[in-house]
């Protein structure tokens, strides 16, 4: 018996592993061509043609733009939440009194991933409004020092909240996250997602805003962001690793600050 349950979690891993790993992929596939789309843009610019961004934006415009954010937290966060997810899985298939686990975990990711696009939402509307008051280039980067400055500084002093610090906690922490917040049917697994996902985006939403600093669509900050959240979350001593981080980004907010300029 406890063979065939091995067996079972094995084959259950490799599933649930593979169509994460291919969603991951998917979105990064799409950042990537949303990359070089862009520098496509830039390079027309360059030449003297008019970039669309430079002009107002409207509704489909602003859709897009959520769908970007959208994807690229897929891209970014489900990496970090593939411990929890695969948790989720083994204690739902080790309970011999529930019926079909697998869908409990896919209402479980799908909750996760509710609660990064509604932030999505808010960072595309925050961008709007940045690019509404001529605040963002054309590559979506931060035309102010302070701005850019400020967003460096509120991230470094974020990394040493109490909030932060519960946030993280219980992303670092799956089986007491589990112990403390399991709810049972699909409807609750699907709350557990979302409340995981809540604690996340509690974690890093600071962290994502920085994409406003060198560009929402530069892809090396993307992967370092990427990195660093995973880091965070999932390798030990990882939160200590965030809280040095912290000085550094406090540092390079006040160098940019103090470099001058509007």
């Known amino acids: 018996m406890r063979q065939a349950l091995d067996a079972v979690l094995r084959r259950d891993r490799a599933i649930i592993g593979a169509g994460l790993g291919g969603l991951v992929l998917l979105a990064w596939l799409y950042l990537f061509r949303m990359a070089k789309k862009m520098a496509e843009m830039e390079a027309h610019a360059a030449m003297g043609m008019a970039m669309p961004q430079l002009h107002a934006w409207e509704m489909a415009d602003v859709g897009l733009l959520f769908l970007m954010w959208a994807v690229m937290m897929v891209a970014m966060m489900v990496p970090t939440a593939a411990p929890m997810i695969m948790l989720v899985a083994t204690v739902d298939r080790r309970r011999l009194d529930r019926p079909r686990p697998m869908a409990r975990t896919g209402m479980f990711a799908l909750g996760y991933l509710a609660s990064w696009i509604g932030y999505s939402a808010l960072a595309a509307s925050a961008q709007w409004g940045l690019h509404a008051a001529a605040l963002l280039s054309p590559a979506m980067a931060s035309t ?119």
């Open 144 to 262: 102010s020092r302070l701005l850019g400055g400020g967003i460096l500084i509120a991230a470094g002093i974020y990394q040493w909240t109490p909030l932060k610090r519960a946030c993280l906690t219980s992303c670092r922490s799956p089986l007491a996250f589990i112990m403390t917040e399991w709810r049972d049917g699909r409807t609750g697994a699907w709350v557990m997602g979302l409340r995981h996902g809540l604690y996340c985006v509690g974690c890093c939403w600071v962290l994502m805003a920085l994409l406003f600093v060198a560009g929402v669509m530069n892809l090396a900050w993307v992967v370092a962001i990427s990195a660093f959240a995973l880091v965070e979350k999932i390798v030990p001593g990882g939160d200590r690793v965030g809280r040095v981080a912290g000085f550094g980004l406090v540092a390079a907010g006040l160098l940019v600050i103090a470099r001058g300029g509007g």
